[in-house]
């Protein structure tokens, strides 16, 4: 799929998704924990912000937050929901910034960015955080025993990506980050990881 297929997607996708994620707040406790790594006033990156409830969450308490989304319709959403934040209509892959970010937040993401594309992915990352800085992710936990790409008709044919925990973790070693705590999520079906970069 390319990616202004997976946008259109999105864009079609983007109320019932923003519907489901407000109804849902699933990372509303690990949202006050990642401010907990945080200095005050942070400065924080949301990868994939969709319609901007963890954006407005970490606004509301004093981060000066950039939301990205590669669905335009996911940012008009968010523009409403958070006008304490700013929001970008663009993919990881083309966004660039002079100045570096204390936090990134990057939930319900990983688990579509592809095999291929997963280095890439963490590499930018790593590259838009400050020497110290917090990422905080998720990935969709595999049911087997290897990493494995399915697709998910229900919603758009789009990737929805199963680590293993421990292929979770070593991605992130392998690109430099130092694992600070990892917990299953979402009644196992996913794991959120808290790292720092070293």
């Known amino acids: 799929m390319s990616r202004q297929s997976i946008a259109k997607t999105y864009d079609t996708l983007a109320d019932k ?5 407000y109804e849902n707040h699933l990372a509303a406790n690990s949202l006050k924990q ?9 400065k924080i990156l949301d990868v994939g912000c969709g319609g901007g409830q963890d954006s407005k969450f970490l606004a509301e308490l004093g981060c000066n937050v950039l939301g990205i989304d590669i669905s335009n319709e996911m940012i008009k959403l968010a523009q409403k929901l958070a006008p ?3 929001f970008v209509n663009t993919d990881l892959s083309e966004f660039n910034s002079k100045e ?10 990983f688990h579509h960015v592809s095999f291929q594309e997963q280095e890439n ?15 905080y992710i998720t990935c969709a936990v595999s049911d087997k025993n290897s990493d494995f790409e399915a697709f998910d008709s229900g919603n758009g044919n789009l990737l929805k990506k199963r680590l293993t925990p421990e292929s979770f973790k070593s991605m992130l070693t392998d690109q430099c980050f130092e694992i ?11 794991m959120e ?4 970069k070293v």
């Open 100 to 109: 570096k970010f204390d936090g990134i937040w990057c939930c319900r993401v």
């Open 193 to 196: 990881i808290f790292a720092s």
């Open 121 to 135: 992915f963490l590499k930018k990352l790593g590259e838009l955080l400050k020497s110290g800085g917090i990422l």
């Open 84 to 86: 304490k934040a700013k």
């Open 34 to 42: 990642f401010q907990e790594f945080l200095p005050k006033n942070s």
């Open 17 to 21: 998704y923003v519907k489901e994620s």
């Open 180 to 190: 600070k705590q990892s917990n299953f999520w979402n009644a196992k079906k996913a």
